[in-house]
Structure formats: structure tokens, C-alpha cells
């Protein structure tokens, strides 16, 4: 069985930075696609970020600048670090993966962003 699992999620002060790791296990070689979606409060979950095995990367536009996706997909493991946060950033963060035409999601993990 296939899981994700993310770390580094917490509370931090706007203008502040936190870094998210996620790793997959279980039978799977090589994923074609890791990345982040969140979910603010009331909202719909959204994307955040992503990379694929080749390393390319795709970031939502509000993102681009402060936040910076890296993955070792030999190993199946992607970060997010992210910095200038603001409030807006606040939300549940899930990890997901694509692998053989599946999509595999983490359980996420809380960002809070104080003013």
C-alpha cells in the first residue's frame, strides 16, 4: 500500500519560513509526479506546487518568488520551502504523487501563518 507522509507543518510569524518534507513508501519505484495542493479555511483545495521525475516545476502564480518545490524522486521524497509568509498562506498542506496513472495523497499538515 502506498502512503504519503508529510512533515514540518507548525505555526509561524508572518514574514516567516517553514519547510515541508513528504515521502512515499510502499511498492512504488519512481513517481512521475510529486507535488503540494492546500486548502485555506473555506476554500477549495488548491495548487501549490509541483515538480515531475525530470525536475520540472510548476508553481501557482501567487507562489512564484516564495516558495521553492525540490524533489528526489529516485527516492520519492519532495520539499517545500517556503518563505515571506503571510496569513494567506495559512491552510492544510497535502502531499500528493503520481504514480502509473494513480494519484496518492498524504494526510496533511497544518501551516498557520500569525500577523
Known amino acids: 500500500q502506498v502512503q504519503l507522509v508529510e512533515s514540518g507543518g507548525g505555526l509561524v510569524q508572518a514574514g516567516g519560513s517553514l519547510r515541508l518534507s513528504c515521502a512515499a513508501s510502499?511498492?512504488?519505484?519512481?513517481?512521475?509526479?510529486m507535488g503540494w495542493y492546500r486548502q485555506a479555511p473555506g476554500k477549495q483545495r488548491e495548487l501549490v506546487a509541483t515538480v515531475t521525475r525530470s525536475g520540472e516545476t510548476i508553481y501557482q502564480d501567487s507562489m512564484k518568488g516564495r516558495f521553492t518545490i525540490s524533489g528526489d524522486n529516485g527516492k520519492n521524497v519532495v520539499h517545500l520551502q517556503m518563505s515571506s509568509l503571510t496569513v494567506d498562506d495559512t491552510g492544510v498542506y497535502y502531499c500528493y504523487a503520481t504514480y502509473l496513472g494513480k494519484t496518492y495523497w498524504g494526510q496533511g499538515t497544518q501551516v498557520t501563518v500569525s500577523s
Open positions: 510502499g511498492p512504488i519505484f519512481s513517481v512521475a509526479v
